[in-house]
Structures are given as structure tokens and as C-alpha cells.
């Protein structure tokens, strides 16, 4: 089964608008929460990665939002631009296993001019 | 270009043939991963090396497939008997071991079709 699921699948956004991704997880064992960004023809890139014991992390106009006890995490990006337009995924690991991944689905991102 | 580069980029093969798969790494890293990812789904895990041991196999990895790093720098990847279920984006993806949780950087991948 899907250890971190994501939603949604699709996002059309326009610009300027706030773009908000969306990943739950079951294994309380996650420790490492990373996001990232991928655009067609190339593999996926890192973004921005958070541990569990912040519930709020921001790097320019991209911020992860962490509730611990929900489970759940949130990719926003703020004045969204058509350059953003790719697809994202969530991901989770184990501080005991950093090498091994569990991403999400990935939610493919349209920004519109 | 210092990143993770891979070849193919492309292949299309016949159901039943063997194909092989090459990832360069970043120079200085010691550690590279293989990942499959089909489509409309985010990578799986398929396998990891520490310099050129093989230290974890997903379940995923059947007998079909096989990874060597020799010397501890590039990858192969074979499958063997491919099936049509093979099709898929095969990532590779290496890090610097003592980096920043783990920071994993990843190739363009290589896309197989298997017809």
C-alpha cells in the first residue's frame, strides 16, 4: 500500500494565485519530509524538506506547513508562477534509513498567465 | 554538466530482450539509488549502493533485474526477460554520504518501452 498518499492529482492555479499540495502518511516512524519539484524530460529536484519538529517551514515564496498530529503535510506556494508549472511530489523517510524514500503520487501543477 | 547523467535516455525493446541501463553519478558521491517511476505515479525505491556494495533490494527488484557498481563510480542496471510491465522511467539518483539528510540528486532518467 501507498505509505504517503497526495493530493490533489491536478492543480490549475493562476498566477499570483496560492498553490497548496496536499500528503498524509501512516508510519509515525517518518522523520524526514521533503518536497520535490520535477518538470517534464528531467528527474525530480529538491525543493524543501522538513523535519517533524517544526510545524512551519519557509523558503522564499515556497513553505511546508507540518501537523505532527494529524499526520499531514502541505507543500503552499505563494504568488504562483507560470514558471512553477510542473509536477511536485511529497516524499517521507525514517531518520534511521534516510536512503530509502516513499514518495506521493504527485500532483502535476498548471499556472496560468 | 556535474550532475547525474544517464543512458539511454530513451529505449524501446521487444518483449523477452535484455537491456542495460548506465548511471554516472556526481563525481564525489558514494552513494546511488535506482528508482522506477510509472506513469502518473511519484518513484519507488528499487535499490541502494555505498560505494560499490549493494547494501538494500526492494521486493520490487525481481530476479529479472540485477544492478552492479563496479569500482564504486557508475551503475548498470540489467533487466532481463523484459515483460511489458517493465515500461516505465528508470531514475537514478546519488548522494554524498554525511550530507544533509541524505540530499539524493537525480538523473533525467531513462524512459523503457517494451512492446
Known amino acids: 500500500q501507498q505509505q504517503v498518499k497526495q493530493s490533489p492529482q491536478s492543480l490549475i492555479v493562476q498566477k499570483g494565485g496560492i498553490s497548496i499540495i496536499n500528503c498524509a502518511y501512516e508510519?509515525?516512524?517518518?522523520?524526514?519530509f521533503p518536497w520535490y519539484q520535477q518538470f517534464p524530460g528531467k528527474g525530480p529536484a529538491l525543493l524543501i524538506a522538513?523535519?517533524?519538529?517544526?510545524s512551519e517551514k519557509k523558503e522564499g515564496r515556497f513553505t511546508i506547513s507540518f501537523n505532527k498530529s494529524a499526520k499531514q503535510f502541505s507543500l503552499h506556494i505563494m504568488d504562483s508562477q507560470p514558471g512553477d508549472s510542473a509536477t511536485y511530489f511529497c516524499a517521507a523517510s525514517t531518520e534511521d534509513n534516510f536512503n530509502k524514500f516513499y514518495f506521493g503520487s504527485g500532483t502535476k501543477l498548471n499556472v496560468k498567465p | 554538466d556535474t550532475g547525474v547523467s544517464q543512458n539511454p535516455r530513451h529505449k524501446i525493446t521487444k518483449r523477452g530482450q535484455n537491456v542495460t541501463f548506465r548511471c554516472d553519478p556526481i563525481?564525489?558521491?558514494?552513494?546511488l539509488y535506482w528508482y522506477r517511476q510509472t506513469l502518473g505515479q511519484g518513484p519507488e525505491f528499487l535499490t541502494y549502493?555505498?560505494?560499490?556494495?549493494?547494501?538494500?533490494k526492494s521486493r520490487l527488484l525481481s530476479d529479472r533485474f540485477s544492478a552492479e557498481r563496479p569500482k564504486g563510480s557508475f551503475s548498470t542496471l540489467e533487466i532481463q526477460r523484459t515483460e511489458q510491465g517493465d515500461s516505465a522511467m528508470y531514475l537514478c539518483?546519488?548522494?554524498?554520504?554525511?550530507?544533509?539528510?541524505?540530499?539524493?540528486?537525480f538523473g533525467p532518467g531513462t524512459r523503457l518501452t517494451v512492446l
Open positions: 522538513i523535519r517533524p519538529d517544526v
Open positions: 563525481s564525489e558521491h558514494n552513494r
Open positions: 508510519n509515525t516512524a517518518f522523520d524526514y
Open positions: 539518483a546519488s548522494s554524498l554520504l554525511g550530507s544533509s539528510y541524505n540530499e539524493q540528486f
Open positions: 549502493f555505498q560505494n560499490e556494495a549493494q547494501l538494500e
